[in-house]
């Protein structure tokens, strides 16, 4: 149980054009989701946190209209990355909170395998 | 947010060996969790610990959320090359149930 998947896992890009990735829960509602960036060799740094039906809270220094989030259901939360550039390129992760039957704490979030965006 | 230390940044050692990795936190947490990242991969929730004290293990590995509430470690006993990973503590944040992260240690382990 706890499964995230995320789509693409991959995406190569030119610089300008937007490119949405897909964060899903696939066996429990997640209430609140998670989007981390990760550049190379580095932690995970969060970017916002977003809740279902309402908008997303980003962190000091996130762009909020560059890094559109939408979290319409209690399954899936999108980043849209516009106008994007090369300084963009980074590894996108998502993580997912909530309950299920009793196995997820507010504390334990599951992490989606990641989405490498390379903007040229 | 809090400050997560996390020692050492990367190690390298020999299959069979112990291993033991530390993080420290500027203030108190109610909840320590650590993960695994593989490359190109999400990381994985290993050990979540939530009192003060607290020695949880899971398989070889083993992780103790410290009496003070600043700091945890993992160790991982008889290391195999599939241990191969970056190891991160993570805590909670200011903000609500997102997570701070500590900078990982980067362990490579060889046959």
């Given amino acids: 149980g706890a499964v995230v998947s995320q789509h693409p896992s991959w995406v190569i890009c030119k610089s300008g054009t937007s490119v949405k990735i897909e964060c899903r829960s ?16 580095q932690s995970l740094m969060l970017m916002a946190t977003s809740n279902e039906g309402s908008k997303a809270t980003y962190e000091q220094g996130v762009e909020k209209d560059k890094f559109l989030i939408n979290h319409a259901s209690l399954t899936l939360s999108t980043l849209t990355v516009t106008s994007a550039h090369p300084e963009d390129s980074s590894f996108y992760i998502c993580s997912a909170t909530g309950l299920a039957g009793g196995l997820l704490t507010y504390n334990e979030q599951f992490f989606g395998p990641g989405t490498r965006l390379t903007v040229l | ?19 033991s990795m530390n993080c420290t936190s500027s203030s108190i947490f109610n909840t320590w969790l650590w993960y695994k990242q ?15 004290g607290e020695l949880t293990s899971n398989g070889r590995l083993t992780a103790q959320f410290g009496i003070t509430r600043k700091d945890s470690f993992l160790n991982i006993s008889a290391s195999i090359p599939s241990d191969v990973g970056i190891y991160f503590c993570a805590g909670p944040a200011n903000s609500g149930y997102a997570l701070n992260f500590g900078k990982g240690t980067s362990l490579l382990v060889t046959p």
């Fill in chain 1, 26 to 41: 696939l066996d429990f509602q997640a209430t609140t989701m998670f989007w981390y960036r990760q550049f190379p060799k």
């Fill in chain 2, 1 to 19: 947010g809090q400050q997560l230390n996390q020692s050492p940044q990367s190690m390298f050692i020999q299959e069979g060996e112990d291993v």
């Fill in chain 2, 38 to 52: 593989e490359p190109g991969e999400g990381p994985v929730l290993l050990i979540a610990l939530y009192k003060a």
